[in-house]
Every structure is written in C-alpha cells, then in structure tokens.
C-alpha cells in the first residue's frame, strides 16, 4: 500500500461535516487516511488528502 498525498475540489454545501466530506471523498475513489480543507471559495472546498492505494 502506499500513500498519495492530492489536493481535491469538493463542492461547497455550505455545511462542511465530516460526514459530507468523507463521503464525498469516497464517490472520488479516495480512501483517506488524513485530509484537511485548506480552502474554503463560495463554490468549491479544496481538501488535502492522504489517499492510500493498493
């Protein structure tokens, strides 16, 4: 397994929870094992993920 580190856009439902961010992370394919949002637009959320990969 190994670890990417990416940056994602995710859209801004004006309520960012966990849940909503990780699951949309999953419809990504992304299989987080840490992820932060560095940045927040009236649009989008940009979010660093470590996405581990098989």
């Known amino acids: 397994m ?3 580190s ?4 995710i859209p801004n439902n ?3 929870t ?3 961010i ?3 992370l999953t419809k990504l394919n992304i ?7 560095v940045n927040v637009s009236d ?3 940009t979010v660093s ?3 581990l990969k098989k």
């Open 2 to 4: 190994q670890v990417i």
């Open 6 to 9: 990416e940056l994602v856009k």
């Open 14 to 16: 004006g309520n960012p």
């Open 18 to 20: 966990t849940e909503y």
């Open 22 to 24: 990780e699951n949309e």
């Open 31 to 37: 299989n987080p094992l840490r992820w932060a949002i």
């Open 43 to 45: 649009k989008m959320f």
């Open 49 to 51: 993920v470590a996405n």
